[in-house]
């Protein structure tokens, strides 16, 4: 973030990241928890659809967190559903390619929602796991490159359309403001 951001402003850093995990950490400033979730959620959610059929439990394991993101399911529901998903993606772990990585992106999404401490981190992640699951499509190094940097970049706008608040844009505001 310091080379997007040499004098240290949030501004520029935002506007202007195209790392999701980033963008996520940086919420992790004024964002809730529920908030964070929500995007991690929004980022697994999209390689869904690169999941095997035998791995359907994830789609049931993102449901939950979601449910957790709209205060639907309680804590311990979340939780309980998130160490399952650890569970199933430890078991899957010959999986290669996109089907491994939709896993963890849903597994640490499920962790985003869970009780954790760093649930910032854990969202950070699923949104990288999103971004290789969606790159690992790819047939050629170079296509894979391409991909990972365009979902990146993909992710890291809606991580920044899902954590758009009143907060961040008045922290922003008050950073651009002179300062006595």
Known sequence: MRKQSPAR??????????????LLL???????RRLL???ACSCARTVVELLSTENQDALSALEVAEGWTRGEVA???ATESMERTWDRRAAAEHARGPIRASAEAIAWAAQAAAVSAEYANAAGKAAVHAAAARAATGRTARERTDLYA????????????????PSLDALIEAARAPRP
Do not use: F, H, I
Not at 153 to 163: G, S
């Open 9 to 22: 402003e949030l501004g520029p850093v935002w506007r202007a990241s195209e790392n999701p995990s980033s």
């Open 26 to 32: 940086l919420g992790e400033l004024l964002c809730s």
């Open 37 to 39: 979730a929500t995007a």
């Open 75 to 77: 804590d311990a529901v």
């Open 150 to 165: 365009q979902s990146m970049r993909e992710l890291a706008d809606l991580v920044r359309k899902v954590l758009s608040c």
